[in-house]
């Protein structure tokens, strides 16, 4: 699940290759990919991008014109490959950018529900589309943070992941961050103190340089995270099994030592059907 480091490395890779050489071919385009009908994709031939901008989890990627933005958001399964002329391309791409000269930016979704998206705008129509994120999370600071969180009462894992209030943090990077910094993914944001906050802020900085440091390096999920997706593997700093629980429509990795001071949390939807 590609997060603010993942997202980040991409756009420091791709920022040379795909404005070296202007775009020969936009396309094809799986139907539930391509957001937008108007402007054509087409339109995009025979135009240069003027790099790559990252907001949130998202990519922009201007026309040198000014003309149009390319806006690519990878969702859950989305992945982006981004090819040397001759190199072979997957069969059915969810869509793709080829460039004189033969290199090719190749997005697919291995997945049965298309929710990837590609968005051809307007500068002004781009704007808008991004204009609800929250402040990105790296380097965000402990002053925001804790205006972020005394706003209203919130659980810590699904604040951390909304969008709206801060931009870049999903599941997997939620969960590394909530263990770096000691925190319950339950704890309550208006409840933490000084320290908490800037334990927190300090937290989601290393843990997205950490994570953006590895996968420029190229390195996998399971270099990458500490704790995410590691039921029962011995957390790093005490030996104690990880857990996860249920909340929601996701699943959260703790360390019940590190975190909970040894409690162990209770399946929210669980407990709701049965109270
Ligand atoms: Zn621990």
Redesign the pocket.
Known sequence: MPELPEMEAWRRALADPVSVFPIAKAGPAHIATLKTFDPPIATLAGRRFGGVERRGKRLLLPTDDGELVLVIHLMTSGRLKHLKAGEKAPKAPAFALEFEGGSKLVLTENARRKRAGVWLLSPEAAEAEVAHLGPDALGLGAERLGEILRRESRRLHPLLRDQRALAGIGRAWSNEIL?QAKLSPYALSTDLDDAEVERLAAAIDEELARGLALRERGAGDERTYRIHDKLGQP?D??G?PIARVDFEEHTIYY?P???TGGRVLKDRRLSRLLR
């Open positions: 263990h957390c700093i005490d104690t360390c030592t590190c975190q």
